[in-house]
């Protein structure tokens, strides 16, 4: 009989431990939301990704990512002049969680990324999903 009360009091433990995880929806912006989604994932931000807004306890919302690209001949120039490095292009976004509830911005950042290519956005994605994680585990 112990060991069925043990087993009952770590299934419900287990069981309150997923429904007291926070759900986030991503607003939809230009595909970097899948980025965001994947970046949640692979850094274990302790919250669910749901894909409807009323389910949401937090919505995260982000500007347009905006990606500066070196031209070929600035890059040319760059190397035959002065040196190579920091030649990549570079790439900025600015996120909010916002509580569903009082529309309250709880938390907000912005990351600046220099990797080249299509590097930018996962690396961008990867420090808001870091942060966003430090900021939930507070909380």
Request: charge should be positive; charged fraction near 25%; hydrophobic fraction near 40%.
């Amino acid at each position: 009989m112990k060991k069925l009360g043990f087993v009952l009091l770590l299934f419900s433990s287990a069981l309150f431990s997923q429904l007291s995880r926070p759900t986030v929806y991503i607003e939809p912006q230009n595909g970097f939301e899948t980025y965001l989604s994947a970046a949640f994932a692979k850094k274990g931000v302790p919250a669910d990704i749901v894909a409807d807004q009323t389910k949401a306890t937090y919505v995260l919302k982000s500007a347009p990512v905006e990606i500066q690209k070196e031209s070929t001949g600035g890059k040319v120039a760059r190397c035959l002049f002065a040196y190579c490095a920091g030649i990549e292009d570079k790439g900025n976004v600015s996120v909010q969680l916002i509580e569903t509830s009082s529309t309250k911005v709880l938390w907000a950042y912005s990351v600046n990324k220099q990797r080249g290519g299509a590097k930018n956005e996962q690396s961008m994605a990867e420090a808001v999903a870091k942060h966003c994680r430090e900021f939930l585990e507070k909380k």
